[in-house]
């Protein structure tokens, strides 16, 4: 069992480069004590080894297959809540810190026990200035889950502690007794709106979500997601957009009210029509293809929760 507080947990798949820089500034970090498990989705490239060599003080968990990010963070998760941790905080690998980052948050969780998670301030690593994620809603009238701040200077807006309707998973610090409630990420979804899917699971047995302005993070953003290149098709690989729409989808179905249904339901046809109609005309086939693909998957299946220990 740890005598540690807080288990980091940073997913490393293909990316030494990445998840070396995280973790070099996480070891910047002061204030409570904490571990840094590595969750590696069977990197290819040898990288899990690489960073168990220059960083021997890690607790790496190697993955024989790539359970995308919601299935390596649950590996962590699990890992946190059967070794005593108190606190858990899955963290994106494209992440820099600043060092007091980490006590923010948790003063923060141990002043408000009515709170179940909380994320940090969020700003962009190539432009420190400007706001990445300064708090996390959900519409429910539209169905429409955004972000405020983005790409704006920082000031006093996004710097009030606030609750919010979700945390995002690039920074999300939740209480290991609140995961043993709801169950930990949805395997099935893979990627994109995991964090929110668990951000309401969350809220529905009563607790709180919060933006706290003190603790200060920089991303890179998508990472994993986009190529080194543009091709045909752009940055973003086809797969992020199947992934978004269906799940998407999966979350309009399982949480909007019988009394909003009309109201997402014309909101996201229309938003899905141009999404489509965007990438006929720029003959990006492949990725048009995709979302009709993930509208068809979306509406034919469902959010699943598989892991031990899952609660719906």
């Known amino acids: 069992m740890s005598t540690k ?3 980091i947990i940073l997913i490393n798949w293909n990316s030494f ?8 500034s996480l070891k910047k970090v002061t204030g409570p004590a904490f571990d840094i498990i590595v969750v590696d989705n069977a990197s290819a490239d040898g990288s899990a080894d690489r960073l168990w060599e220059i960083h ?8 024989p297959v790539n359970t995308g990010f919601t299935g390596g963070n649950n590996i962590g998760f699990e890992y946190s809540m059967n070794n005593g941790y108190e606190y858990s905080l899955m963290q994106n690998n494209d992440t820099f810190v600043e060092p007091d980052y980490l006590t923010h948050l948790v003063n923060h969780m141990d002043n408000h026990p009515e709170t179940g998670a909380v994320q940090p301030r969020i700003f962009y690593h190539h432009d420190r200035s400007l706001i990445w994620d300064g708090g996390s809603y959900f519409n429910r009238f539209l169905g429409h889950t955004y972000t405020k701040g983005v790409g704006k200077p920082k000031g006093d807006t996004y710097n009030i502690e606030k609750e919010v309707d979700w945390i995002t998973g690039c920074a999300f610090f939740v209480r290991n007794s609140i995961l043993k409630q709801t169950g930990v990420l949805a395997d099935n979804m893979f990627m994109n709106y995991e964090d929110v899917d668990l951000s309401f699971r969350i809220k529905k047995i009563g607790y709180r979500l ?3 302005p003190s603790s200060v993070i920089y991303h890179i953003t998508s990472m994993s997601l986009k190529s080194s290149t543009k091709g045909a098709e752009g940055f973003l690989n086809p797969a992020a957009h199947y992934r978004n729409i269906r799940n998407r989808i999966w979350i309009l179905k399982r949480y909007t009210p019988w009394y909003f249904v009309p109201s997402t339901t014309v909101f996201n046809f229309f938003y899905i029509s141009l999404v489509i109609g965007y990438f006929a005309a720029r003959r990006r086939f492949t990725k048009m293809k995709a979302v009709v693909r993930a509208v068809r998957d979306g509406l034919k299946g469902s959010i699943e929760y598989q892991s031990t220990g899952m609660a719906g």
């Open 56 to 63: 021997p003080e890690i607790i790496l968990i190697k993955s």
């Open 5 to 7: 507080r807080i288990a």
């Open 17 to 24: 480069d990445t998840t070396n820089d995280c973790i070099n």
């Open 210 to 212: 919060d933006y706290v």
